[in-house]
């Protein structure tokens, strides 16, 4: 062997055991990091397994690779005489025998390495494989399995098809190189020479090839149960992508599935042929069959069920597709959880007074003013305090806040990356934390137009003692920004919706809605996501940055035991590799009680431990017993499901069977994760606890009471379950197959933009139900008509026993009940609003509209929209006004209590739980409300809110006045106006 050739080997030998170290150290890593989880049981699991793939499929390879090889490589029979030219001169060849049955075997070993490595990517469906349950119910109609066959067994049965037939080309193609080299295998001319022997091992595995081929076709027969097929249809009117039916059709069953059924014995058949003309001469037979198996499988897989589609189906499409379009139904609600939601009619239409305004007091006091984007950016604007802080999102909770349910909207105060100084130090041992949360109640706001806030500032003050925060350090945070919906894009021009005949006056200026949706709802440009590797050093001889106090800050060292503890230059070494960061080797900081904390964000940290699960995009945080939790939602899914259509996400995701089996919570200082399941029922789930016996915790009887009554109906889960249940509340075939009664998202006006409504949460007493609950729900509209009358509405329960729960309630067709955007309609043609938005959107200012909100109440439907103005300059959004909507009643007024007083009448609003200011900006709850006429305590409560609120707006339209700024000023005395109206009637009932 040359001597350059053998240092070339040396090197790339050291180089690869460099290598296989450092990736070992890495895992080692992962190792340690699952085990100070307590989760050392999940790794062992997965990484056993991936090993174990990887050993059996490697071996097996490089042994019948080798084997085959070897086969090639025996002596050529002295019978066969050499004809034509040698394939290589006598001296070349000599050179290549040294080295070729080492190549051959580094090549062997090399595609061994190479395809084991693959192999270990499947290592969740061979656990499946070994211990999926039954999934239970109804098998399906074709080949009567039931569906945990598809789900658990039929991929990794897929995977054993594919490594086998690759197997059989690998070895089939190497072996007739080294044929060709051998000369036992040559080609002249036109004609081609093959020795007996070649001919035996060739046939050989060219029979096995095609036997392996028939069992793939027995499989693909099995894949056709989840076939989707059809036109491509919009999702409830939006650019997600669902196909018009799923599972094997009349085409399918009887054309596509005998065929399947045909291929299997002719690939067989083939087989035979090809292993019998082993003994034969000439390729003509096996050629013949293998031309014909190529052309009846292109033909029987796509020429005949088309055939058959367009001779026998289409004349009578609907008579012959009808028993399939009931499976694809009944399957598809199976898949997305839709088979038990309670279905009831609601009459929209009864008579609301100001005594059933008085008499739902939990659900008028919970009505939320304020919109997550436009209140991140005033949380930004007034709690961050310092640039290296952030509030990411806004979420929406409800706590019980002086024996009220209250609805609250917080944010966690987080580091952004993007503002530490860019020091490795600064990076990795002093800003090792977030610090506390912001919290306000969704319905009030203070004399500015800003929140009144329950928790603010640094350290948190909290307004009442079950929101004290002992421990605020983030050292695990979310950032992760909620997705929203695309802009709204309408099918056509034409007069606004709900206007009379003719054009429809317009809109103020600066507030039309753009027919072509400009903006997609951003109130904020994306943030960068940091880097899922992100860790930091704590128990350092560095301090940690905890707060600012005034002109200095505040210093600390992290307590908890979250993390991989750094105990042994091993350990550094190792963390070196992960991170390959040389800091972590050369740092003087770090002592034996140091710890690395890495996966610090949450998502990240759930799907590592579980990457089963599909984590949300939008944990929430909890106060809970004076630490902070992040509550996260996950989800098992497939895709795999018979005859259910797979929504598709876009970037080739999509699925037809998902549930919100799993709640994970994270401790926010210490990083302790747990996984609770939600759903019982999911046999994904209980396949993966059966799995990883002790990952996964019982929801109800292991949850913390205390957590367990913040557990949210997620967002994401029912706006799957909304975009199917457009289609699939549809249960009657003929009325599926001819669209007639398609459901979509409705429209709404959105800041200036024309965007699809986003599902809400709302506290509301549902029909029936004798007490107000938290909800999510979602208004929904014909479609096509997505800009007019509402059709139905959704509602996803969230609490105690009626947790995961759907609801719909569907309105009498023959009436009309206004959409969202019939109201947005009706509020650009009143004059005042118009001409009032119009003031204020001029001279520096804009106004932005907020969610409107559709609430229905005692059998009819209340409307309510936010308006909030925000200067150019500052670019912190104010609430200003509240538009309410009741039949044809529309109203714009500084408060809601306000505006419902215009609607129904002096009094209609709930009184007594307004928060009154104290000195310092602090508030204080004043009694609860009491349902009823409104006392005089009530009264004297108001009188005092609108004296102070009079006096503010005096004082600030005089100081409007003396900067110049006119039309801030004429804005102000319209609203004092307004004020000094209310005390007038509520003095006349003193």
Not at 805 to 829: C, H, N, S, T
Request: charged letters at 20%.
């Amino acid at each position: 062997m040359p001597k350059r050739f053998r240092w070339t080997l040396y090197v790339i030998g050291v180089v690869t055991l460099v290598l296989l170290a450092m990736r070992s150290l890495s895992i080692w890593v992962d190792y340690l990091w699952f085990d100070a989880l307590g989760y050392r049981g999940v790794f062992v699991k997965i990484i056993t397994t991936r090993i174990g793939l990887f050993a059996a499929v490697a071996a097996l390879f490089f042994v019948w690779l080798y084997l085959h090889f070897r086969l090639a490589r025996r002596p050529i029979p002295k019978d066969i005489s050499v004809i034509g030219r040698r394939l290589l001169p006598p001296a070349e060849r000599e050179v290549v025998e040294r080295y070729a049955d080492k190549v051959l075997l580094i090549v062997a070993v090399v595609i061994a390495i190479v395809v084991g490595l693959l192999a270990t990517n499947e290592w969740a469906n061979l656990l499946t494989f070994k211990h999926g349950v039954p999934f239970g119910g109804d098998a399906d109609p074709v080949f009567h399995k039931d569906a945990g066959f598809y789900i658990f067994r039929l991929p990794f049965l897929q995977f054993l098809n594919r490594t086998a037939f690759t197997a059989c080309l690998l070895a089939l193609l190497g072996a007739g190189v080294v044929y060709v080299y051998e000369e036992s295998l040559r080609f002249t001319g036109s004609s081609v020479f093959i020795a007996s022997h070649v001919r035996t091992h060739l046939f050989a595995l060219g029979a096995l090839a095609l036997v392996v081929k028939a069992w793939s076709y027995r499989l693909a027969a099995y894949a056709l149960i989840s076939w989707q097929h059809g036109e491509l249809l919009n999702a409830a009117g939006l650019p997600l992508q669902i196909r018009e039916g799923a599972g094997p059709y009349y085409a399918d069953v009887q054309g596509r599935l005998p065929v399947l059924a045909v291929l299997v014995f002719a690939a067989l058949v083939c087989a035979v042929i090809v292993a019998v003309s082993a003994k034969g001469r000439g390729l003509k037979v096996p050629g013949y069959a293998l031309a014909g198996l190529i052309i009846l499988s292109f033909l029987g897989q796509t020429a005949y069920p088309a055939l058959l589609q367009r001779l026998v189906v289409e004349p009578s499409k609907f008579t012959r597709e009808k028993p399939y379009i009931e499976r694809n139904i009944a399957w598809t609600n199976r898949g997305f959880g839709l088979t038990g939601v309670d279905k009831e009619k609601y009459p929209g239409d009864a008579v609301l007074t100001a005594a059933s305004i008085r008499d739902n007091p939990l659900t008028i006091r919970n009505i939320r003013l304020w919109d997550d984007r436009p209140l991140e950016k005033t949380f930004n604007a007034q709690q961050e305090l310092r640039r290296y802080y952030d509030f990411i999102d806004v979420d929406i909770d409800r706590y019980h806040l002086d024996d009220q349910y209250q609805q609250v909207m917080l944010s966690a105060r987080q580091l952004d990356p993007d503002q530490i100084p860019a020091e490795w130090v600064n990076q990795r041992l002093l800003y090792t934390h977030g610090f506390g949360i912001v919290m306000a109640p969704v319905n009030r706001v203070g004399p500015e137009g800003f929140p009144e806030y329950l928790i603010k500032d640094i350290p948190p003050r909290s307004l009442y003692p079950e929101l004290q925060i002992k421990q605020p350090r983030l050292y695990y945070m979310a950032w992760v920004q909620k997705v929203h919906l695309p802009k709204f894009k309408p099918p056509a021009e034409g007069p606004a919706p709900g206007a009379p005949e003719g054009e429809a006056p317009p809109a103020p200026e600066g507030q039309q809605p753009s027919s072509t949706a400009t903006a997609a709802r951003e109130t904020t440009p994306p943030r960068k996501p940091p880097d899922p590797e992100d860790y930091v050093l704590v128990n350092t001889d560095q301090d940690e940055f905890d707060y600012p106090l005034g002109e200095k800050n505040m210093y600390t060292k992290y307590t908890g035991h979250g993390g991989i503890v750094i105990s042994s230059f091993m350990r550094r070494l190792a963390l070196f590799t992960k991170f390959m960061d040389l800091q972590i080797l050369f740092t003087s900081s770090i002592g034996k009680d140091s710890r690395a904390l890495i996966n610090r964000f949450i998502t990240r940290r759930a799907s590592v431990v579980a990457p089963f699960l599909l984590p949300d995009l939008d944990p929430y945080i909890i106060v809970h017993k004076g630490r902070l939790v992040w509550m996260l939602d996950c989800y098992t899914f497939s895709n795999r499901l018979p005859y259910s259509t797979v929504l598709n996400l876009g970037r080739g995701f999509g699925f037809n069977y998902i549930r919100n089996s799993v709640k994970a919570t994270v401790d926010a200082y210490d990083g302790t994760l747990d996984l609770y399941i939600a759903d019982p029922t999911d046999p994904i789930v209980r396949t993966w606890a059966k799995i990883f016996p002790g990952l996964l915790k019982d929801m109800r009887r292991e949850m913390p009471p205390e957590l367990l009554e913040h557990i949210r109906y997620p967002q994401f889960y029912f706006m799957c379950q909304a975009w199917m249940y457009a289609d699939y509340h549809m249960r009657d075939p003929q009325v599926f197959f001819n669209r007639e009664d398609r459901w979509s998202l409705p429209v709404e006006v959105y800041q200036t933009d024309k965007v699809n409504v986003e599902p809400y949460y709302v506290v509301m007493k549902l029909p029936g139900e004798a007490k107000a609950e938290f909800i999510q729900m979602l208004p929904m509209t014909p479609t096509g008509k997505e800009e007019q009358n509402m059709i139905a509405w959704l509602a996803g329960r969230c609490d105690g026993k009626h947790y995961g729960k759907l609801r719909v309630f569907v309105f009498p067709k023959e009436r009309l009940f206004y959409g969202p955007m019939q109201i947005e309609a009706r509020v650009d043609q009143d004059t005042d609003i118009s001409r009032e938005m119009s003031l204020w959107g001029g001279g520096g200012s804009r106004v932005l509209r907020g969610n409107l909100l559709v609430i229905p109440i005692n059998g009819s439907l209340l409307y309510v929209e936010p308006l909030y103005l925000e200067a150019e300059q500052t670019q912190i959004p104010q609430l200003k006004r509240v538009i309410v909507a009741y039949g044809d009643r529309v109203t714009m007024q500084p408060s809601l209590d306000e505006a419902l007083d215009a609607v129904f009448g002096a009094g209609a609003a709930p009184r007594g739980t307004e928060a009154t200011p104290l000195p310092g900006g602090e508030a204080v709850a004043a009694p609860p409300a009491e349902t009823g006429p409104p006392t005089a305590a009530a009264d004297r409560a108001r009188l005092r809110s609108l004296i102070r609120r009079a006096l503010d707006l005096d004082a600030q339209s005089a100081a409007l006045l003396k900067q110049g700024d006119f039309a801030g000023f004429d804005a102000k005395r319209k609203e004092l106006k307004q004020v000094l109206e209310e005390l007038n009637k509520l003095s006349a009932r003193q």
